[in-house]
């Protein structure tokens, strides 16, 4: 994942927070804004309407890695949810985790660290704890 059009708000050692808008129009959503969760291996995204409305947070499972020279590079781990205002949640593409796993594109590890994440994601969720976790995105 590559940050070039969107415009970061805030970096510190544990979030890097950014402000976009869709690459091209689209009918679903109009514009967002995005918390990487340096140490969390996960990226929650609030998708908007072009109104402003808030439609829905996105949270992609992603492994961060540090380069040579300083910057992050944001591997997906392909499972993604998404949060509903009111609570539905859905979970996305764990067939797309199976069979990057089974064709062996995914390590052992990468693997674990998906279920695991999404475990850890989905038990705030349930518990009530993740409008504590998107409160930083609340300003933006």
Do not use: Q
């Not at 969760?37 to 949270?59: E, P, R, T």
Request: hydrophobic share 40%.
């Amino acid at each position: 994942m590559w940050l070039k059009d969107d415009e970061i708000l805030l970096a510190d050692n544990d979030h890097i927070i950014t402000r976009w808008r869709s690459l091209k129009p689209r009918p679903d959503f109009s514009h967002g804004c995005s918390c990487y969760f340096l140490h969390k291996n996960y990226k929650i995204s609030k998708f908007f309407d072009s109104a402003g409305k808030l439609l829905y947070y996105y949270c992609d499972i992603v492994k961060p890695e540090i380069t040579a020279d300083g910057d992050y590079i944001f591997c997906d781990l392909l499972v993604d949810v998404k949060v509903f205002p009111g609570g539905f949640v859905k979970v996305l593409d764990l067939d797309e985790l199976a069979e990057a796993y089974e064709k062996g594109l995914i390590s052992d590890g990468d693997m674990v660290c998906a279920i695991k994440t999404l475990d850890e994601l989905l038990n705030a969720i349930y518990e009530g704890k993740f409008d504590c976790i998107v409160k930083i995105l609340d300003n933006e």
